[in-house]
């Protein structure tokens, strides 16, 4: 059974850092694309980042780039978001989420396969 947990949200001021962890078990992630994805209240879930099983490439939403970078580490099956320069804006839950192949693509919800609970992150003013 494949299995996300998200961790790392909170409440922080405009400005603030966070980073989001995310374990992945029951799978390995070595050969699979990994996202990131958001979702803030009453609107549709987006996609905010993702990045291949090497971690040559990455992509990211036009609203977080500069200021949000994916990582992962395969030997923990674990794969990061730093959040920088955070914004109020950015209030959402967020969902990480295993890809089907082993290229991010467009970033697409089709393209991702299993996703976890969610973490909130909350960013005041």
């Known amino acids: 059974q494949v299995q996300l947990h998200e961790s790392g949200g909170g409440l922080v001021q405009a400005g603030d850092s966070l980073t989001l962890s995310c374990l992945v078990s029951g799978r390995t992630i070595s050969t699979i694309a990994m996202g990131w994805f958001r979702q803030a209240s009453g609107k549709e879930r987006e996609f905010v980042a993702g990045?291949?099983?090497?971690?040559?490439?990455?992509e990211y939403a036009d609203s977080v780039k500069g200021r949000f970078t994916m990582s992962r580490d395969n030997t923990k099956n674990m794969v990061y978001l730093q959040m920088n320069s955070l914004k109020p804006e950015d209030t959402a839950v967020y969902f990480c989420?295993?890809?089907?192949?082993?290229?991010?693509?467009?970033?697409?919800?089709?393209?991702?396969?299993?996703w976890g609970q969610g973490t909130q992150v909350t960013v005041s003013s």
């Open positions: 989420a295993t890809g089907r192949w082993a290229l991010v693509g467009t970033g697409a919800s089709a393209d991702f396969d299993y």
């Open positions: 990045l291949s099983w090497s971690s040559t490439t990455s």
